[in-house]
């Protein structure tokens, strides 16, 4: 089948600067104006039946981006497959809950000292645990992300089951309000994030992080005789993408005002893994598509609502056997170069 | 923390710890055998579990046509009840087990892709069972009726054992016991273990894989279905996703005896059924599946390998 990733690769490589610059400018504008999508008639099919459509493009879609871009460095750039990763979503979301409702910071006060509660765990957590080998680091995770929710479930004050309710939202910013009928400004908000995520990335992957990730992921025994500190970078690998989901948890917390352990299930880590697997693992791009298709289509399906996860089920099994690298699989590199090379 | 309920109620925490934990070294043969082969997380099994619980309800209201009202059976009647219902969860379990193998995993295999490719498609059919059961059932609990009337039938120095707690400690210890024989003494079973030690060796030998591993499978799903028959004698309800925590819980005791190794998954069974069952008591329910794991994370730090080691399979630390 077509690699779409190499297509469009070859396609950017061509371009010069300034073209380059001018399609960034295009792309983050397009998606920018998302939000007014379902205003106008030729694109109202973008509207999803049930939740509002503005409502859906922070939460889910806008969120599983970012977390599927947060785990895809764990997972997709370093080959630790983490199966706890709502953890960190929920010590961010925690985090805004407890601070915002028992201290007079805000949320953009709070959200570094979420990034760093998540982030403190996932070192916490990867100490440890990163010495282990592929399935049993699964194994420890998926418990992590268990433990974290049923610790919240029962301390009673965090309010155990029922959680935390009226969590304030973002103060008004640069004449932007922010509140329940407001989504737009989250959106942006989001999409700012998803954007400096985006670069962050980019910056890992041509840096000696990125480099050190690479050789984890290919072969760990080659990695250790190059000479790379795997576990340090294992452990760096481990704790961004921790500090990814937090922030993410406390943007969502504050959009939803409220948090409960049940928002937090195992479940939640399962699609995020399924958005970066199914748009193709350690690819950026095709971890973005995965979590816009994955989190937007059961919204738009809603109608046979009681099925859509029924047919999510059977999507996953359908790609996964169809495009076992995902819908955007990662660039062929190696490939490319020789391709170049040839040419010249 | 109460530890004084550990002193008093010291028997009858390990007669249902035993009970609890040989239900987990059941199920959790379905995920160390499969590992065993293909060196993958059968996601899929905690839903195995579950059709062989409902299977379970089926046969015994729709089939045989019981009701909660119905006079006891005795003797050899029940004797025999018991069993064709025990082989027709274990044949539900099993045929589902296979057709997993079949759906998720067959394609991606000989396609030689990457190991979360098989996972996700895994999670995948894992999604579509319980989904497809859970809008049949409309999410609501479903209970079977009672066949077994639940007596005493011993009791040793003031501490009862129930007939069904009795039921499945033999019958699991039993099966266990039969499972082991038969991967030990078989042919298939040899060549069962020869796949976990070399794919690509037992290929040259003329082992056909794609039969090995179809037969892997079915064996852990028919040993799943028996333990989804364990189950609903003792807890006589089932929900679509029942075998969520099951699953974990039983998934924990394959990586505490080491996973791909058989009597491993025997010891990691028992161990964490009655550790639970000690560790709840002292400390409280509702923090069973917290120590579970604390232990977990700890014997993985110290003992990288499980507690009884991975016979079959190539350890690396």
Known sequence: MVNLRDKGAALWEGWNRPKRVAFVIILIGLVGLLPYGGDFSFTSILNTPISSYQAVLVYPVGMYVLMALGLNIVVGKSGLLDLGYVAFFAIGGYTAGILGTKTHLNTWEILPIGMAAAMFAGVLLGLPTLRLRGDYLAIVTLGFGEIVRIVALNTQSIGASTGIPSIPTPPRTFGIKFDIMHNTSYFWVVMIMILLVIWMIRRFTVRRPGRAWEAIRQDEDVAILMGVPILRYKVWSFSIGAAVGGAAGVIFASKTQYVAPNMFTFNVSVLILSCVVFGGMGNMWGVILGGVLLAYLPERIRFISNARQLVFGIALVLIMNLRPDGLLPRKKREKLGAAKKAGE | ?317
């Open chain 2, 1 to 317: 923390m109460n530890f004084s309920v550990v002193v008093n109620q010291f028997w009858p925490l390990l007669i249902n710890g035993l009970a609890v934990g040989l239900i987990y070294v059941l199920i959790s043969l379905g995920y160390t055998m499969v590992y065993g082969v293909l060196r993958l997380i059968n996601f899929a099994n905690s839903e195995i579990f579950m059709v062989g619980t409902f299977a379970t309800v089926i046969v015994t209201r729709d089939i045989f046509k019981y009701t909660s009202a119905h006079e006891a059976l005795h003797g050899f009647k029940l004797v025999a009840t018991l069993l064709l219902i025990l082989i027709a969860s274990m044949l539900f379990s099993g045929v589902t087990a296979v057709l997993v193998e079949l759906v998720a995993y067959r394609r991606l295999r000989s396609k030689g892709t990457n190991r979360l490719a098989s996972l996700i498609s895994a999670i995948g059919t894992s999604i579509m069972i319980s989904e497809g059961v859970r809008i049949l059932t409309k999410s609501a609990p479903v209970p079977t009726p009672r066949l077994l009337t639940k007596f005493n039938l011993i009791s040793i120095g003031g501490v009862d054992i129930r007939i069904d707690t009795f039921l499945v400690i033999v019958s699991a210890a039993l099966i266990f016991f039969m499972v082991d024989r038969f991967v030990t003494k078989t042919l298939l079973g040899k060549a069962i273990r020869a796949v976990s030690m070399s794919e690509e060796t037992s290929k040259l030998m003329g082992v056909n894989l794609n039969r090995v591993i179809s037969a892997t499978f079915l064996i852990g799903g028919l040993v799943t279905g028996a333990a989804a028959f364990l189950y609903m004698q003792v807890y006589e309800t089932t929900v679509f996703n029942v075998g969520f925590n099951l699953g974990l819980a039983a998934f924990t005791a394959a990586v505490l005896g080491g996973i791909g190794n058989i009597r491993g998954a025997f010891y990691g069974g028992l161990t964490l059924g009655l550790f639970e069952q000690y560790a709840s008591a002292i400390i409280g329910g509702q923090w069973k599946a917290v120590t579970v794991f604390s232990v977990l994370v700890l014997v993985l730090l110290f003992k990288p390998n499980g507690l009884f080691g991975e016979a079959i399979q190539q350890s690396r630390v």
